[in-house]
């Protein structure tokens, strides 16, 4: 055990492991933020639900964070030893000759990703800590839908969301299918795995996309 | 044809490197890459210059000596195909062609166009090989039943040549595909799997301490391969290390 944590293998089974969950939680995150376009109440119900259970609150999270550190951290460490790996470069590398663009600078595709989840975190997370932990503020079930429209009141931070789910949908383009190559699994249900991935690539961050457009162009009249 | 050449050129291994310019008239269509080289180096010897070094043995594809990165591709723009099996009739008349050795800092520079790949030698000696009795009594291989699927796939694997152009296409300098299709091709057959376990983790330990890079699955290495060894490889060796480091 103690070789196999050493090991490139296990980085990047690591890597998988720890992308795939953050797929995984895309999904239920992506479901939810549905509902606020379908039924405000429902999106309320569920944002507290999510913001006041201890489950969600205490373990769930503070999983998500650890998930989010850990593929962000490796993804680092991994793109340093690749930088050493080859020391000198060549005077001419036709990397486009054999593979996708995408798979090539899933560096860059999730380092503007990480960008988008400070500003993400400052926008809710934060906003949530403070209004729970340091203003000590009353619970309030029927506040969240208002303040998720107005955050998308602002064009540049509409921007910002759409560019970064551009960017999300290239990195789960290549990320969340070479998770299975990655941990091993490379069988006959692999064209369809990859279909399967590339179509959750374009869905998931177009409908997070469409949620954004969508309260920009409804705002909140009062 | 009217060739242009840009080349590496590096003294030996503790020299700085440097791309020299070369022109070459009257490069036949039919000539080989290896052959307009050869030319090119005559030329230089005639003018008393110091001939260009690069590595070469069967010119048959099959040793796997070959090792050029030509425009930026390993063995040059054509699939399937090593160096020496890539004719000059692929260039156009005025074409400039980039000829580089394979980087990697696994491999380094010996001189000019030739690298050091014995970090491949040392990944095989750590478990690339069965242990068998070749006194006699070994039982023939043909004897053994086997389903056609795996000695498909186990050939597959076998017809690595070992050349390094998985490490030299790969962005990460990897040799997931040569490390791979070595283990794949005796995991495959029951006279490999005795020793499966204890191969896999001996090779990986060794990939890894080379200093080769991590596979991010890009898939270039199975484009550039000459002999298409599969990524499938690469996943069965992911399952096998797995499954060895986990079992103890």
């Not at chain 1, 997370?125 to 209004?131: A, F, R, S």
């Not at chain 2, 060739?3 to 009257?26: E, F, H, N």
């Not at chain 2, 090792?67 to 591709?73: A, D, F, P, T, V």
């Not at chain 2, 152009?165 to 283990?183: D, E, G, P, Q, Y």
Request: charged share 20%.
């Amino acid at each position: 055990m103690s070789s196999l944590i050493k090991s490139s293998i296990a980085r990047k089974v690591v890597m998988a492991l720890s992308g795939l969950f953050l797929v995984l939680f895309l999904a239920l995150h992506v479901t939810i933020n549905f509902t606020s376009v379908i039924s405000p109440d429902t999106f309320n119900q569920w944002s507290h639900f999510m913001g006041y259970n201890g489950l969600v609150q205490y373990i769930m999270q503070p999983v998500l964070i650890l998930g989010v550190i850990v593929h962000f951290v490796m993804g680092i460490i991994l793109e340093y030893q690749n930088t050493r790996a080859r020391s000198i470069k060549y005077t001419k590398y036709k990397g486009a000759a054999n593979s996708p663009w995408v798979s090539r600078n899933m560096i860059i595709t999730g380092l503007v990703v990480l960008a988008f989840l400070g500003l993400h975190f400052y926008d809710f997370w934060i906003h949530e800590m403070t209004y729970k932990y340091l203003e000590a503020k009353p619970e309030d079930p029927t506040r969240y839908y208002i303040e998720t429209v107005e955050k998308f009141a602002p064009i540049w931070r509409t921007v910002i969301y759409i560019v970064s789910f551009g960017l999300l949908s290239l990195h789960l383009w290549h990320g969340f299918a070479s998770s299975f190559q990655s941990m091993g699994l490379n069988n006959k249900y692999t064209p369809s795995i990859k279909s399967f991935a590339k179509i959750y690539a374009v869905i998931v961050p177009l409908v997070f996309v469409f949620i954004a457009i969508y309260h920009h162009l409804n705002p909140i009249t009062h | 044809m009217k060739i242009y050449l840009k080349i590496w050129r590096q003294k030996d291994a503790s020299s700085k490197g440097k791309i020299v310019d070369y022109t070459m008239d009257g490069v036949e269509g039919d000539m080989s890459f290896l052959e307009m080289l050869d030319i090119l180096n005559e030329d230089l010897i005639a003018k008393g210059e110091v001939p260009i070094e690069f590595d070469h043995d069967c010119r048959e594809g099959i040793c796997g000596t070959c090792s050029l990165q030509i425009n930026g591709r390993p063995h040059g723009p054509d699939r399937l195909i090593t160096v020496c099996q890539l004719h000059m009739r692929s260039f156009n008349d005025g074409d400039t062609i980039v000829i580089e050795p394979f980087r990697a800092k696994a491999f380094p520079v010996i001189k000019d166009l030739i690298v050091d790949r014995n970090a491949f030698e040392r990944i095989q000696q750590a478990g690339g090989f069965i242990s068998v009795n070749t006194s006699g009594r070994t039982v023939d291989a043909n004897n053994i039943p086997i389903r056609k699927e795996n000695a498909d796939k186990a050939f597959n694997a076998a017809a690595c040549i070992g050349c390094g152009a998985c490490v030299a296409a790969c962005k990460n300098a990897s040799a997931m595909l040569f490390t791979s299709a070595k283990v794949s091709q005796f995991a495959l057959l029951p006279q490999g799997r005795v020793e499966a376990a204890e191969r896999v983790q001996n090779m990986v330990k060794q990939m890894d301490l080379e200093g080769f890079g991590n596979c991010t699955n890009t898939g270039a290495c199975e484009i550039e391969c000459p002999k298409g060894i599969s990524l499938e490889n690469i996943a069965r060796m992911n399952r096998e290390y797995l499954s060895a480091s986990i079992k103890g």
